[in-house]
């Protein structure tokens, strides 16, 4: 086993256990004695920076629709919580401003960007961030470098995270084909080793796995040195975490 200073990510909030990407989720997470959250953003058709997996609302809502097509007032009318347990019922996609107004200021924040576009959303998502005195705690992550680069040359001071699946080349290669500083690396689970995340470490990086929820699976990437884990039961990693 590694140390305590393993951080407990709860993935679009304890996801396991309450509808994702919610209010209900986020705070779960934070009764569960998470470190940080992880959650998903987009942007609507007026601009609004909403949390929400997926670009559409048929998963996890009981409306349908692209969202890219549907303005912040017509979104808000669809319940979000329902589909998982009607104890959920009346839950709404939140903004990311809801959000930060929810999470104490001590708590850590992955914003990744599901967007696939650049351009409209990163300034206002600085906006936010700096309005709501947040850059120093929020982490940025995406699969779209673009997004992330479109970012640091607006605010060098940004900390993102480079999301990836498996990837067998080198830390260092995966860097220095990003253009700007990195904060952390966001792996597959599946794809780490003592190694790898050693190196990463010594490269002064964090490294973010996702997304564990086996207890074994959490103890190996542990004992890895891993710096976070993101899980969809943060009170299991928790638990573990207090028996080290
Ligand atoms: O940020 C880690 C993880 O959330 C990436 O995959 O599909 O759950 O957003 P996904
Ligand atoms: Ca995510």
Not at 231 to 242: E, I, V
Request: proline share 3%; net charge negative; charged share 25%.
């Amino acid at each position: 086993m590694g140390t305590n200073q393993t951080l407990v990510i709860a993935h679009r909030g304890a996801k396991g256990e309450a509808p994702e990407n919610t209010l209900g989720a986020f705070r779960l997470g934070l009764e569960q004695g998470c470190d940080a959250i992880e959650l998903d953003i987009h942007l609507t058709k007026d601009d609004e920076i909403i949390v929400i997996h997926d670009s559409t609302l048929d998963r996890t809502t009981d409306m349908t629709g692209s969202i890219y097509d549907m303005t912040l007032e017509e979104i808000k009318k669809a319940d979000a919580g329902r589909w998982f347990n009607e104890k959920y019922e009346g839950e709404r996609i939140p903004t990311l401003e809801e959000v930060f107004d929810l999470v104490p200021a001590d708590v850590m924040i992955n914003v990744e960007i599901k967007h696939s576009t650049q351009g409209i959303l990163e300034p206002l998502l600085l906006e936010l961030m700096k309005r709501k005195d947040r850059m120093h705690n929020v982490v940025v992550s995406a699969f779209d470098y673009r997004n992330l680069l479109c970012l640091k040359q607006l605010a060098p001071e940004t900390k993102v995270g480079l999301l990836y699946d498996v990837n067998n080349g080198s830390n260092s290669a995966l860097i220095d084909s990003f253009e700007a500083a990195v904060y952390s690396l966001h792996p597959n689970y599946k794809g780490i080793d003592k190694e790898k995340v050693s190196d990463a470490i010594a490269l002064g990086l964090q490294v973010y796995p996702w997304t564990i929820n086996d207890e074994s699976d959490m103890a190996q990437a542990i004992d890895y040195g891993v710096s976070g884990i993101i899980t969809d039961y943060p009170g299991r990693l928790r638990d573990l975490l207090q028996l080290a």
